[in-house]
């Protein structure tokens, strides 16, 4: 099939490039690097640069390109950073979405995959959770999401679009080469701020917060390889061409770690001491998060090949010191 992957050059899209031309699929990534990488993307994928909020370049690229379906990575994706400029998230998030929606249904491309996410939720009433369970994000970035997913039916009940939302845990680790990684300016997530450490860049890691009601009180979390996530997307797609209905996953392992054993399995992985910090709560974090799965599993036939930790933070240690920088050097 012939893929367009709309921000291909971040994290989790660039990752699924690979996994997309491993498969044998025809890949076109299109992607404004404004916190992308142009070097995270594979050299085999035809690159565009252009943002979805530009209906021009959208309408240009849908006549140049004849995709059997979009893979939609293009957002904004910190939790921190929605609370502080949320216009930033409204704009980039749920107008970039109202464009691109408003480019496929004039092009007739009538198949999507789109980032969801856990923020979705805000503090769950109960773990695993569940796609039905209650959505009531506590942050702009689950809210412009939650949003986009609204969007998505709607259009679709309009216009016969069909689209899988697939709701991402904590996605970590990085691609088995070496050659791509997760690379955030600043570093906001966990792993890589752990494992700075270790690469020298930082004395200790900080843990936000001691007193959950967990089990050794600092908080739970889904981590989910990256190259996982990657084949639920290539699944998604694959059920979408075999005519599959418009529906929503969560993608997790179904287990949840704590703070404290992240740093502990980065210890075992690195061989340093890392030391670690006890700091204060971070404002909006849930206790716990943990993904019931099940569904990927059963509709999309998804079988996650990563789920140990040790192997997932291992992934993430060969791309974090052999490349310090990220793609920066
Ligand atoms: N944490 C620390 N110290 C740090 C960084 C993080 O203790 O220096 C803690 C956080 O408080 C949290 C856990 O580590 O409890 C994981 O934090 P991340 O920032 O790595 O990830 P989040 O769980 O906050 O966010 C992730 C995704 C978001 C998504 C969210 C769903 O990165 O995109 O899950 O709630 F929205």
Redo the contacts with the bound molecule.
């Keep these: 099939m012939k893929i367009l992957v709309l921000g291909g050059a971040g994290y989790i899209g660039s990752h699924t490039v690979y996994a997309l031309l491993d498969a044998g699929h025809s890949v076109v990534v299109a992607d404004n690097l404004l916190t992308g990488f142009r070097s995270a993307v594979h050299p085999e994928a035809k690159f565009y640069l252009g943002d979805i909020r530009d209906i021009h370049f959208l309408n240009d690229l849908f006549a140049r390109e004849k995709v059997d379906v979009v893979i939609h990575f293009a957002a904004c994706?910190?939790?921190g950073e929605s609370v502080k400029d949320p216009l930033k998230y409204y704009d980039n998030n749920l107008y970039g979405t109202k464009v691109l929606l408003e480019a496929m249904v004039s092009n007739g491309v009538d198949k999507i995959v789109f980032s969801s996410?856990?923020?979705t939720?805000g503090e769950p009433k109960r773990v695993p959770i569940l796609e039905g369970d209650p959505t009531e994000p506590t942050?702009p970035?689950?809210e412009t999401?939650l949003a986009m997913e609204k969007m998505f039916k709607w259009v679709s009940n309009a216009h016969g679009l069909r689209y899988v939302s697939l709701r991402?845990?904590?996605?970590?680790g990085a691609h088995e080469s070496g050659r791509i990684g997760e690379a955030h300016n600043p570093e906001?997530?966990?792993?890589?701020?752990?494992l700075q450490v270790p690469g020298g860049k930082r004395p200790f890691?900080?843990?936000?917060?001691g007193d959950y009601p967990t089990k050794d009180g600092?908080?739970?979390?889904d981590y989910i390889h990256v190259m996982d996530l990657a084949q639920a997307h290539i699944l998604a797609a694959q059920y979408l061409l075999n005519g599959g209905a418009s529906d929503i996953f969560n993608l997790g392992n179904g287990v949840g770690f704590t703070?404290k054993e992240?740093i502990d399995v980065a210890r075992a992985v690195t061989g340093h001491p890392i030391p670690a910090r006890m700091?204060d709560?971070?404002a909006?974090?849930?206790a716990q998060?943990i993904a019931s799965s099940d569904k990927a599993r059963s509709v999309l036939g998804w079988n996650p090949q990563h789920a140990d930790l040790e192997e997932i933070v291992a992934s993430a240690w060969k791309w974090h010191h052999t490349h310090p920088n990220g793609y920066e050097e």
Excluded: M, W
């Design positions: 994706s910190l939790v996410t856990a923020a939720y942050n970035y689950g999401k991402y845990f904590n996605a970590c906001s997530h966990l792993i890589p701020l752990i890691i900080s843990i936000f917060g600092t908080c739970v979390r703070v992240v700091e709560r971070r909006g974090d849930p998060l």
